[in-house]
């Protein structure tokens, strides 16, 4: 059975760092590039972070560069987002997605940015 599970959301500080995790199981997690995306209330989804399949390539949206960085561990079939001096903006839902021969999307843990 195919998964992407996702953790580490939550309530964090304006400033403070929070750290996103997306395990994968039941595909081969190295050979699918991985996206990171975010929904806000009464928004659309949008496109936040991508890292290539060997974690050597990453690419982010300009809203986040220099603030959000993905990585992967291939060994232990995980990707992450490191999210650090974040913004009332960056509240939202976030949602892994791996991306291959298929699609496969995670749950969208929330995450709130408030003081």
């Known amino acids: 059975q195919v998964q992407l599970v996702e953790s580490g959301g939550g309530l964090v500080q304006p400033g403070g760092s929070l750290r996103l995790s997306c395990a994968a199981s039941?595909?081969?997690?190295?050979?699918?590039?991985m996206r990171w995306y975010r929904q806000a209330p009464g928004k659309e989804r949008e496109w936040v972070a991508s890292?290539?399949?060997?974690?050597?390539?990453?690419s982010y949206a300009d809203s986040v560069k220099g603030r959000f960085t993905a990585s992967r561990d291939n060994a232990k079939s995980t990707v992450y987002l490191q999210m650090n001096s974040p913004k009332p903006e960056d509240t939202a839902a976030y949602y892994c997605?791996?991306?291959?021969?298929?699609?496969?999307w995670g749950q969208g843990p929330q995450v709130t940015v408030s003081s």
């Open positions: 997605k791996a991306t291959g021969t298929y699609t496969y």
């Open positions: 039941g595909f081969a997690f190295s050979n699918y590039a």
């Open positions: 890292i290539s399949s060997g974690g050597g390539s990453t």
